[in-house]
């Protein structure tokens, strides 16, 4: 058989169109999987920026709160002072207890404890007279511009007064050295 031009004709512009036609799939199967790529890539990014966007206000929260706690801790730097003044805080209950007519009948205190940065001193307090004095005694202890935490506090009727109670006050005061 022989092959005329024709046929050769027919031949070449078939094979350039399989060329053709194999050269825009391959071409066009690569700018599909870049796409497909570029999307994968686009998701990530996408998410990761999600994740930084949630850090970013994680973080932010967490300085809020950092900020909060400094400012408690600063409050409560102001009322601990470096010193254990013990002496200061009898004459400011021995003051509290003589403008209101109250008697201190015991007052003990503990060995300092360390803890943390802070020493903690346990300290018991007995006082007679009437209930609302102890009472006012009370809230100026609470209120004082030292850490004072009142732990428990019993108070009884006495027996001798009317109106007359004794309290038991279980305290622990702070300070710094």
Not at 10 to 31: D, Q
Not at 61 to 82: C, F, G, H, S, Y
């Amino acid at each position: 058989m022989k092959l005329l031009p024709r046929h050769i004709d027919l031949m070449a512009g078939l094979s350039i169109l399989v060329i053709i036609v194999l050269g825009g799939t391959f071409c066009f199967r690569i700018i599909m999987e870049n796409r497909q790529k570029q999307f994968i890539a686009q998701q990530l990014i996408n998410k990761q920026q999600t994740e930084l966007n949630l850090a970013q206000n994680n973080l932010a929260a967490v300085k809020n709160v950092l900020a909060d706690q400094q400012t408690a801790l600063n409050l409560l730097n102001k009322r601990i002072p470096e010193s254990a003044d013990i002496g200061l805080l009898l004459s400011t209950i021995h003051s509290l207890v003589r403008d209101r007519n109250v008697t201190i009948t015991g007052f003990s205190h503990e060995k300092p404890v360390k803890i943390r940065q802070y020493y903690q001193i346990q300290l018991k307090l007995t006082l007679q007279g009437k209930f609302l004095d102890i009472y006012y005694i009370i809230h100026k202890l609470e209120a004082l511009n030292r850490l004072f935490i009142i732990e428990t506090l019993n108070m009884n009727h006495h027996e001798t007064q009317l109106d007359g109670c004794e309290a038991l006050i279980n305290a622990r005061i702070f300070y710094n050295k």
